[in-house]
């Protein structure tokens, strides 16, 4: 009888976390990294929300609440669903979550039985794959195409369907590629899953990205589409909105009260419940008159960002780099800098077990960290099934102007390091790949 069940080698991780010992190894010996895989704002929780919380707490609401959330968080959350999408929401539909996680891996265990479907953008949030094949369903890989945007196409979907399809993740705008669905291509992938799939498949909607986009984009969602409300889970959350990754609020909108319910069990069985006083902060961050110019602020800030890193990386030989429509990620092409440096032929040359433990993209992301200081993210850690001969790296824009701008001329220096790449192969990459 082995220690551990067979399922939790099936369970994969979020990488820009588990690059985390390898940042510091590197700063032990005295040298400064640029930091630029976590998805998190670099901004503050407003204070009007701060000083919220710190009532709360003066007023000792730290006890068991709801398991669901508290009712004035839903009531809130039913609102914004009226004034964002146009749906009209009861609260009783709404589940609070400690973070936008635990929504994903919760409707995988609910909706999908061992051997059902489940179709997911990738690139895309790793926790998507990761879970299918922790739960014993079967991951099905949208792969998001860089000449369409890193967008879906209803095509695209349309091959992906089949009898056994149950759960369909989408993810606009994107992580990590930053891209957002249209109107326009939501209505056509509505139509797919109206006319292919049985009413019992679920779409989830993961929109913790709703409020960042760019360019004069206006968020929409599926569920806002004739027909689509019946099938849809809205997912979403205040750490990306509100700068508010440690607060762990996420929420999610079912199609009826008894499936909001069946979640309510697993925050019962998993959690208790979410902390109250973090609620009663999340419901005064999305009522505040003062939320709209904080959010509308920090977008413009994430924008200025974009604009500029992306023409300074489409400016270093053998990278190109589309410009996203919202998030606040990059996700540039290095294929011409692999095969520049020699990695795709070290890759080539590499044992059928090395390669199955990394990649050229992976190969590159420890080289710029050991070598050359800064900290990206490489493309299977947004998905590895059928990602190979795909060499993208993952850049968050959450940092300062200026140490995005050294961030970029680290990247452009270890573009050019072939030499330096020699010595990293030979010195140090067994270890480390």
């Given at each position: 009888?082995?220690?551990?069940?067979?399922?939790?080698?099936?369970?994969?991780t979020?990488?820009?976390?588990?690059?985390?010992?390898?940042?510091?190894?590197?700063?032990k010996?005295g040298k400064?990294?640029?930091?630029?895989n976590?998805?998190?704002?670099d901004?503050?929780?407003p204070?009007?929300?701060?000083?919220?919380?710190?009532?709360?707490l003066?007023?000792?609401?730290?006890?068991?609440c709801?398991?669901?959330?508290?009712?004035?968080?839903?009531?809130?959350?039913?609102?914004?669903m009226?004034?964002?999408?146009?749906?009209d929401?009861?609260?009783?539909?709404?589940?609070v979550?400690p973070?936008?996680?635990?929504s994903?891996?919760?409707?995988?265990?609910?909706y999908?039985?061992?051997?059902?479907e489940?179709?997911?953008?990738?690139?895309?949030?790793?926790?998507?794959?990761s879970?299918?094949?922790?739960?014993?369903?079967?991951?099905?890989?949208?792969?998001l195409?860089?000449?369409?945007d890193?967008?879906?196409?209803?095509d695209?979907?349309?091959?992906?369907?089949?009898?056994?399809?149950?759960?369909i993740?989408?993810?606009?705008?994107?992580n990590?590629t930053?891209?957002?669905?249209?109107?326009?291509q939501?209505?056509?992938?509505?139509?797919v899953?109206?006319?292919?799939?049985?009413?019992?498949v679920r779409?989830?909607?993961d929109?913790?990205?709703?409020?960042?986009?760019?360019?004069g984009?206006?968020p929409?969602s599926i569920?806002?589409?004739?027909?689509m409300?019946?099938r849809?889970?809205i997912?979403?959350?205040?750490?990306k909105?509100?700068?508010?990754?440690?607060g762990?609020?996420?929420?999610?909108?079912?199609?009826?009260?008894e499936?909001?319910?069946?979640?309510k069990?697993?925050n019962?069985?998993?959690?208790?419940?979410?902390?109250?006083?973090?609620?009663e902060?999340?419901?005064?961050?999305?009522e505040?008159?003062?939320?709209p110019?904080?959010?509308?602020s920090?977008?413009?800030t994430?924008c200025?960002?974009?604009d500029?890193?992306?023409?300074?990386?489409?400016?270093?030989?053998?990278?190109?780099?589309?410009?996203?429509?919202?998030?606040?990620?990059?996700?540039p092409n290095?294929?011409?800098?692999?095969k520049?440096?020699?990695?795709?032929?070290?890759?080539?040359?590499m044992?059928?077990?090395?390669?199955?433990?990394?990649?050229?993209?992976?190969?590159?992301?420890?080289?710029?960290l050991?070598?050359?200081?800064?900290?990206v993210?490489?493309r299977?850690s947004f998905?590895?099934?059928?990602?190979?001969?795909?060499?993208?790296?993952?850049?968050?824009?959450?940092s300062e102007?200026?140490?995005l701008?050294?961030?970029v001329?680290?990247?452009?220096?270890?573009?050019?390091?072939?030499e330096?790449?020699?010595?990293?192969?030979?010195?140090?990459?067994?270890?480390?790949?």
């Amino acid at each position: 009888m082995a220690l551990v069940a067979d399922r939790i080698t099936q369970l994969g991780t979020e990488n820009a976390f588990k690059i985390g010992p390898h940042i510091v190894a590197v700063e032990k010996t005295g040298k400064n990294v640029v930091r630029l895989n976590l998805g998190e704002p670099d901004f503050n929780l407003p204070e009007y929300v701060k000083e919220e919380i710190k009532r709360q707490l003066d007023l000792n609401n730290t006890h068991y609440c709801d398991p669901k959330g508290l009712l004035s968080l839903r009531q809130a959350i039913a609102r914004q669903m009226k004034e964002m999408r146009g749906l009209d929401v009861s609260p009783e539909r709404v589940v609070v979550f400690p973070g936008g996680k635990p929504s994903i891996g919760f409707c995988q265990e609910v909706y999908c039985n061992t051997g059902d479907e489940v179709i997911y953008p990738s690139p895309g949030f790793p926790i998507y794959e990761s879970f299918t094949r922790y739960l014993g369903a079967k991951p099905v890989p949208m792969h998001l195409k860089e000449e369409e945007d890193f967008t879906l196409t209803a095509d695209h979907l349309s091959r992906l369907i089949t009898a056994r399809t149950k759960l369909i993740i989408l993810n606009f705008p994107s992580n990590p590629t930053g891209g957002v669905a249209t109107k326009e291509q939501l209505e056509s992938i509505a139509e797919v899953i109206k006319a292919k799939c049985s009413p019992d498949v679920r779409v989830y909607s993961d929109e913790i990205y709703e409020y960042i986009t760019f360019d004069g984009q206006k968020p929409f969602s599926i569920a806002s589409v004739p027909g689509m409300e019946a099938r849809t889970v809205i997912s979403s959350g205040f750490s990306k909105t509100f700068a508010w990754t440690g607060g762990r609020i996420g929420y999610a909108v079912f199609p009826t009260e008894e499936e909001a319910n069946i979640f309510k069990n697993l925050n019962i069985n998993y959690f208790s419940c979410i902390p109250p006083f973090n609620q009663e902060g999340a419901r005064l961050a999305l009522e505040h008159p003062d939320s709209p110019k904080v959010i509308a602020s920090m977008v413009r800030t994430f924008c200025e960002r974009r604009d500029v890193i992306v023409k300074q990386l489409n400016a270093i030989d053998g990278i190109t780099c589309r410009t996203p429509g919202g998030a606040f990620y990059l996700f540039p092409n290095i294929a011409r800098v692999c095969k520049k440096l020699g990695i795709i032929d070290a890759f080539e040359s590499m044992s059928a077990d090395m390669k199955q433990r990394t990649s050229p993209s992976a190969m590159f992301q420890m080289f710029a960290l050991y070598q050359h200081q800064v900290a990206v993210m490489d493309r299977n850690s947004f998905g590895k099934i059928g990602a190979e001969g795909q060499h993208y790296l993952r850049l968050s824009i959450a940092s300062e102007l200026p140490v995005l701008e050294e961030g970029v001329r680290r990247l452009e220096a270890a573009s050019k390091d072939r030499e330096g790449f020699g010595r990293f192969m030979k010195e140090r990459a067994a270890e480390l790949l």
